[in-house]
């Protein structure tokens, strides 16, 4: 397994959670880092991602101020922070390892998936 997403669970709004993501073979700081979300029958959305040049951080519009990024370089792990959850932020969240480097982040800069966690938020 060379990603691991961990630490979804069920949360009430305006919960917090954070999630981990266990990587290997690929080192953390040399590619770009994201983290996505699809809930169900839609598509998969970047919620946060780090660029592979600049290791600037990227945010949807969504998530800005409530999602942080972080990551363990001696750990080789990835995080994501989520405070003040909304129903909104319910599916499974993937992390994932690419050439993201600047504008908007997608999917289709991601080459390698791991399996994903799933969050609920719900009362």
């Known amino acids: 397994v060379q990603l691991q997403a961990s630490g979804g669970g069920l949360v009430q709004p305006g919960g917090s959670l954070r999630l981990s993501c266990a990587v290997s073979?690929?080192?953390?700081?040399?590619?770009?880092i994201g983290w996505f979300r699809q809930a169900p029958g839609k598509k998969r959305d970047a919620v946060s991602c780090?660029?592979?040049?600049?290791?600037?951080?990227w945010y949807p519009d969504s998530v800005q101020g409530r999602f942080t990024f972080s990551r363990d370089i001696e750990k080789n792990m990835v995080y994501l922070e989520m405070t003040d959850l909304k129903p909104e932020d319910t599916g499974v969240y993937y992390c994932?390892?690419?050439?993201?480097?600047?504008?908007?982040?997608?999917?289709?800069?991601?080459?390698?998936w791991g399996q994903g966690t799933l969050v609920t938020v719900s009362s």
């Open positions: 073979v690929y080192t953390v700081d040399v590619y770009g």
């Open positions: 994932a390892i690419g050439w993201f480097t600047s504008g908007i982040c997608t999917a289709e800069e991601f080459g390698r």
């Open positions: 780090i660029s592979a040049s600049d290791e600037s951080i």
